[in-house]
Each structure stands twice: as structure tokens, then as C-alpha cells.
Nanobody, 116 residues
Framework: QVQLQESGPGLVKPSQTLSLTCTVS??????????WSWIRQPPGKALEWMGS???????YYNTFLKSHTSISWDTSKNQFTLRLSSVTPEDTAVYFC????????WGEGTLVTVSS
């Protein structure tokens, strides 16, 4: 019954920061052993795990994206947020938030286009 929904701008300009929020309903993001992730899929390419935040608040990042990626949460709103700085057109992708390791519940995904 857990549901996740991504929200945020669908268009971001190069060099700016991409910011997306995942709103979770049907369960608390601080539930023991919960694990929350951001995953993306560029057009024609494979899924790419970006990073995660665990129920404890610990964060984990893809080594190749770590320098520009930040995941945080607002437990009072049952939300967690992705920020990806200094984006380029190569960051154009469908962005998903998901629960679990491996993921068992997914948001529907949101397309973010990086373009001027």
C-alpha cells in the first residue's frame, strides 16, 4: 500500500541544480530498515542508481555522481529530496524514487529535460 510520487520541474537549464521531491504515503520513511532511493534512466540507456537514504538518515551515493548529488529528507512531511548540481544535457532522464533494497515499490517516474 506504500505509494511514492515524484515532483519537481520538468525542465532545468544547464549548470543549474535539479531538485526533485518524493512524497511517500502509506508508510513512514523512518520505519525500521526502510531504504529510499533515487534511480534514473536516460533515453535509450539502462537504469542508474543515484543514491539512497536509509531509515537512520544515513546516505549512500553512486561513486560517479557523488560530487554533485545530495539526498535529504523531511520526516515531518514524509518526503525525501534529490539535488543534482551543475547538470548537463547528459542528465536528461526519467527520474524515479523507490523503496527497498532491492526496490519493491516505485514512483511512476518523472521526465526531467536539461536544456537551454
Amino acid at each position: 500500500q506504500v505509494q511514492l510520487q515524484e515532483s519537481g520541474p520538468g525542465l532545468v537549464k544547464p549548470s543549474q541544480t535539479l531538485s526533485l521531491t518524493c512524497t511517500v504515503s502509506g508508510g513512514s520513511i523512518t520505519t525500521n530498515y526502510a531504504y529510499w532511493s533515487w534511480i534514473r534512466q536516460p533515453p535509450g540507456k539502462a537504469l542508474e542508481w543515484m543514491g539512497s537514504i536509509a531509515y537512520s538518515g544515513s546516505t549512500y551515493y553512486n561513486t560517479f555522481l557523488k560530487s554533485h548529488t545530495s539526498i535529504s529528507w523531511d520526516t515531518s512531511k514524509n518526503q525525501f529530496t534529490l539535488r543534482l548540481s551543475s547538470v548537463t544535457p547528459e542528465d536528461t532522464a526519467v527520474y524515479f524514487c523507490a523503496r527497498g533494497r532491492p526496490p519493491d515499490y516505485w514512483g511512476e517516474g518523472t521526465l526531467v529535460t536539461v536544456s537551454s
